[in-house]
């Protein structure tokens, strides 16, 4: 986990694990206080240049589509409410 922006130091707050099971990839980000927080979560274990990238959070209906490229690069950028958490299934698209 590392910050978005210099003075931006809410990323502390944020923990990440992810986990990986045959093809099966998982990655779980909370929010450890009460306060609004952003971080970039860097993504092991994954090959994600030169394709899309699908974040369905288990526990709710959300769903973010990212570019693999962009991932590599910087991470995956959260902003979580206080307390707040995703459970994403992360899903493989299409080449580009």
């Known amino acids: 986990m590392f910050s978005c922006w210099k003075a931006n130091t809410t990323y502390a707050n944020l923990t990440a694990h992810s986990w990986k099971h045959g093809d099966a990839y998982r990655l779980v980000v ?28 288990v526990l709710s209906d959300d769903v973010y589509e990212r570019d693999g490229d962009e991932l590599a690069l910087r991470g995956l950028y959260v902003d979580l409410s206080g307390y707040g958490f995703h459970l994403f299934r992360v899903e493989a698209g299409q080449a580009v």
């Not at 993504?43 to 994600?48: F, I, T």
């Open 30 to 57: 909370v929010n450890l206080m009460p306060t609004q927080s952003q971080g970039m979560v860097h993504l092991p274990r994954l090959e994600l240049g030169g394709r899309r990238w699908t974040f369905r959070d």
